[in-house]
């Protein structure tokens, strides 16, 4: 008796765990009928890093390569990955200056935009030091909502256009988006970056009130919005993975 379909590869589990003397670390595994031999990475944007197992790999093999592999991971995760969390004493960049994150005993005051004596700017944050990153991320929020708006506004009343709605999210793959019927949507994120980035990206979505497209004609009204586009793009090009390390 033959069969007609060759023997299905092993399931793999999702994810493994590999440990040394740090710590354990988790990583997801995907198969690639195409690919030649396990290939471990840490793909930027990505929480977990990726094993990737070839045709007819096994776990065990995999399980191995990931533990030869696992002082480069380390390594590459403190050096790119590493969460920049919102306690004390740790800047954040807050319209592309970075900001000292200091905790404040006071029960209420909620976040704070305070000035050293040497003139450094900070964010006191008071109320429940567990909660310290949920604050300033809420702050954070409320303040790109604002800046978003403002130039939104202007771009839209330069062009003579209606926007419908402005939405703050937390996306990971891009950084503004348009429908048809004007409902705009941007990362909170970019209220870290420079403003002439967070005014680029408004301008960009605001441009394709006019064309919805990346046509040249598009660009064209995007760098009238905003004159300072090519450089805003290579701004986020260099430095945009960045801003998806903080809280
Ligand atoms: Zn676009």
């Known amino acids: 008796m033959r069969f007609l379909f060759s ?19 988790t990583i997801r595994l995907r198969r690639n009928e195409r690919a030649k031999r396990y290939i471990l990475r840490v793909p930027t944007g990505e929480k977990l890093p990726v094993l990737t197992v070839p045709k007819g790999g096994k776990l065990e093999t995999a399980r191995d390569f990931a533990k030869r592999q696992i002082g480069w991971l380390e390594d590459k995760l ?20 970075p900001h000292d994150v200091l905790y404040s005993q006071k029960l209420r005051g909620g976040v704070q935009l305070l000035k050293s004596e040497e003139g450094q700017p900070y964010f006191s944050v008071s109320g429940d ?22 130039a939104v506004d202007r771009h839209a009343k330069t062009l003579g256009k209606k926007v419908a709605t402005v939405s703050i999210r937390d996306t990971k793959s891009r950084w503004g988006s348009c429908t048809s019927d004007g409902r705009l949507s ?30 040249p004609d598009f660009w064209q009204v995007c760098t009238q919005l905003a004159p300072h ?19």
């Not at 403190?78 to 969390?85: F, G, I, T």
């Not at 004390?88 to 592309?96: E, I, K, L, Q, T």
């Not at 990153?133 to 800046?147: P, T």
């Not at 994120?189 to 064309?211: G, K, S």
């Open 78 to 97: 403190e050096k790119r990955h590493a969460p920049v969390s919102a306690g004390d004493g740790n800047a954040v960049p807050f319209r592309g200056i």
């Open 7 to 25: 023997k299905p590869a092993p399931s793999l589990p999702d994810t493994i765990e590999v440990e040394n003397e740090n710590g354990s670390y």
């Open 186 to 215: 941007f990362s909170w994120r970019l209220i870290l970056a420079p403003p002439e980035v967070l005014d680029y990206v408004a301008a960009h979505e605001v441009a394709h009130l006019v064309h919805m497209n990346h046509s």
């Open 129 to 150: 030091p567990n909660n310290l990153s949920k604050r300033l991320v809420d702050f954070l929020k409320k303040q790109a909502r604002q800046d978003l708006e403002q």
């Open 229 to 247: 586009t090519p450089k805003a793009r290579r701004w986020l090009n260099d430095n945009g993975a960045r801003l998806h390390r903080y809280f």
